[in-house]
């Protein structure tokens, strides 16, 4: 069974900051990868996605991810972070079976505190 | 937009007890997946359904039973309840046509057994 790897389950960082969220996956097969945002209280958001094509993806509210095969990673960046990037961040994985009904394994999550 | 929609929102009941958790996925998707959040928990798969079929299968319990019905909402029946059993239930939905692997969440259940 695939499993995902989270390295950071709690990072404090100041408004204006870099961040970098690690991620690694365990599956030799072709795999999806996502990366979801949990605010308090309420429900995930696709945050960006990777199925095929530019390993560099582009997703909202101006996070980014590469997807780096030979380490099996997928980690998401974001160049200067605000205090409303506060919130619960999951890495999940789904295996590409082609049928897009496969069910996702998530990473622990990493919990980001951004102080102002 | 429209998004999944998920009844009821709170849910409180007693052990041994039964629960049933609605979903209603977006417009369009034919696709429903279940998850479990635990308490400081990552979400856990439990099962998913495509065209009223059940598609994958991840760790929900013998004590749990899901079906979607012919207008692809979905009820998840939860028997004998137990207190860890207490815990978010997200359903999300995504459209299998042209190979879309998004899954789009509702705002889940939380369910509390007492």
């Known amino acids: 069974a695939q499993s995902v790897s989270q390295h950071n389950h709690h990072v404090i960082l100041s408004e204006a900051a870099s961040l970098e969220l690690g991620c690694n996956y365990s599956?030799?097969?072709?795999?999806?990868l996502f990366w979801y945002v949990q605010y308090p209280g309420q429900h995930l958001q696709l945050l960006l996605k990777?199925?095929?094509?530019?390993?560099l993806v582009k997703g909202i509210k101006g996070f980014e991810a590469e997807f780096i095969k030979s380490k099996f990673s997928f980690n998401l960046r974001k160049p200067s972070v605000q205090w409303s990037d506060t919130a619960e961040y999951f890495c999940?994985?789904?295996?590409?079976?082609?049928?897009?009904?496969?069910?996702?394994?998530f990473g622990k999550g990493t919990h980001l505190i951004i102080q102002p | 937009a429209a998004g999944v929609i998920q009844s009821p929102r709170h849910l409180i009941k007693e052990k041994r007890e039964t629960a049933t958790l609605k979903c209603y996925p977006i417009?369009?998707?034919?696709?429903v997946y279940w998850y479990q959040q635990g308490p400081g928990q990552d979400p856990q798969f439990l099962i998913s359904?495509?065209?009223?079929?059940?598609?994958d299968k991840g760790s929900i319990p013998d004590r749990f039973s899901a079906q979607q019905f012919s207008d692809y909402h979905s009820e998840l029946n939860m028997s004998s309840l137990e207190l860890g059993d207490s815990a978010l239930y997200f359903c999300?939905?995504?459209?299998?046509?042209?190979?879309?692997?998004?899954?789009?969440f509702g705002p889940g259940t939380r369910l509390t057994v007492t």
């Open positions: 999300a939905s995504s459209l299998a046509e042209g190979s879309s692997y998004e899954q789009y």
């Open positions: 599956y030799g097969g072709t795999v999806n």
């Open positions: 990777y199925f095929s094509g530019d390993p």
């Open positions: 999940a994985v789904s295996l590409y079976s082609g049928g897009g009904a496969d069910g996702l394994t």
């Open positions: 417009p369009r998707h034919d696709t």
């Open positions: 359904f495509y065209e009223k079929m059940q598609s």
